[in-house]
């Protein structure tokens, strides 16, 4: 009845089914989350982070299963934003926002849930002063930057607050264990549960093999220990980098605030060299040589020369001016011709291949296609993708990609040379 009276739902329908095998699936196995399709029809915009957290928040409050919920949670999102998206009813931004904010979510009910059951059976963790140890999750990456994909993996380092012991519960076990004990294996737990395949697929895909001091083994560190090892010199140059992109998703509001600002006084104090340029150049090329040439983020001119350009220039500058520091690939473009550090035509060039290069990749995701960063081989597949971008011309796209890479390189180039 709905798509026999609702002419723009059954081409929604027809457009889904034709060519988002990743959105039609979760239809099938959820058939009830059509009102949600329909629902996202009828929005303004996309929902915000925080009416996603607060959703997220009450859908697991009386949850005997987390993981149910949080799947469900995930692919009502992901069918909105999605639906949104192949209509072209959001930009590129938007999309990837609401994608970061529903894993963020996420990973914040995991850690809840598994940090509960850990203090069940050891206490809560407390610090010399009695008052409570947390637990900091910082977002890495396209995930720091807001900025991921359908499909991205999620860059996460976890720290705590402060050394210390646990304390038992009234009634609880008497048996208590180290902060470091504590949060080590509330981190395993996080990471276990996130990537733990079931019946309904894997949540996300969490690196564990990020450690916040390279340590194996070692999960979590104190704030203090992390911060220590900039201090002193110890953290090569690619960490640095990556703090370009990293936000605080957990911890209390004065907690996240205080841990924000220490990452922020560790990237003020870069100490910038013209040797860093040409190391950053040199990291670049053995990523290029790791990647198929087709590759749309690592390889030639790929995504990845916009997001060097704009780390490479934050790290450069950061220390005289602070308000060029944004973790996303285009808000740190434009905050950097704002500041005269990159001109605006550059600028202007990066973002309009980055958002070209990352949309056609969103496209990518929802298609299915085994290679995630690459164009398909297939023309049948070009032509699905190219039904999917509205382009009447697979080689449109073709001619798209190959005009953004090559800009990208050329761009990436010129700002490494001054």
């Known amino acids: 009845e709905l798509l026999g009276t609702n ?3 059954m081409k929604l329908m027809i457009r889904l089914c034709a060519a988002t095998p990743y959105l039609s699936d979760i239809l099938i196995e959820m058939p009830g989350m059509i009102d949600e399709l329909i629902d996202s029809l009828l929005m303004n915009r996309l929902p915000s982070a925080q ?11 009386r949850a005997t299963d987390i993981d149910v919920v949080l799947h469900g949670f995930k692919n009502s999102s992901h069918l909105m934003i999605g639906v949104r998206d192949i209509l072209g009813m959001e930009p590129v931004e938007a999309t990837q926002q609401s994608l970061s904010d529903t894993a963020e979510a996420c990973v914040r009910r995991v850690a809840e849930w598994e940090q ?7 206490g809560d963790p407390v610090g010399a002063d009695g008052e409570p140890a947390e637990l900091v999750a910082i977002a890495l990456g396209k995930f720091g930057g807001r900025e991921p994909n359908y499909h991205s993996d999620l860059d996460v ?13 009234v009634g609880g076990p008497r048996k208590t264990i180290t902060n470091a004990q504590f949060f080590n294996q509330l981190t395993s737990s996080i990471v276990q549960r996130i990537n733990l395949s079931n019946e309904f697929g894997r949540l996300y ?3 564990g093999r990020l450690r916040p001091t390279g340590e194996e083994g070692v999960l979590a560190v104190s704030i203090d220990q992390f911060t220590n090892r900039f201090q002193r010199g110890m953290a090569p140059l690619w ?23 220490l990452l922020m006084s560790i990237l003020c104090m870069t100490q910038w060299h013209d040797a860093m340029a040409g190391e950053i150049l040199q990291m670049r090329q053995r990523m290029q040589e ?38 996303g690939t285009i808000d740190s473009l434009n905050r950097l011709a704002e500041a005269d550090f990159l001109s605006a035509d550059h600028a202007f060039r990066l973002i309009n291949n980055y958002r070209t290069l990352r949309g056609i990749e969103a496209n990518l995701r929802l298609m299915d296609t085994p290679a995630r960063h690459e164009l398909p081989d297939d023309e049948s597949r070009m032509r699905d993708l190219a039904f999917l971008m509205n382009e009447s011309d697979p080689t449109m796209i073709q001619a798209l990609v190959r005009q953004a890479r090559s800009s990208n390189r050329d761009l990436l180039n010129e700002v490494f040379a001054v």
């Open 290 to 327: 790791t990647a198929t040439g087709d590759n749309l983020k690592r390889g030639f001119g790929g995504t990845v020369d916009a997001e060097f350009v704009a780390q490479m220039l934050t790290l450069r500058h950061i220390g005289t001016r602070q308000d060029v520091f944004a973790t």
């Open 7 to 9: 002419r723009a739902t």
């Open 157 to 169: 380092v976890f720290l705590y607050t402060e050394e210390g012991h646990t304390v038992r519960r």
């Open 116 to 122: 509960e059951q850990l203090a069940a059976r050891f």
């Open 205 to 207: 895909e969490l690196d």
């Open 51 to 61: 009416r996603l957290d607060a959703r997220s928040i009450d859908l697991c409050r």
């Open 239 to 261: 960490q640095r980098m990556a703090l370009c992109k990293a936000r605080v998703i957990s911890g209390s509001r004065h907690v996240r605030r205080r841990t924000a600002d």
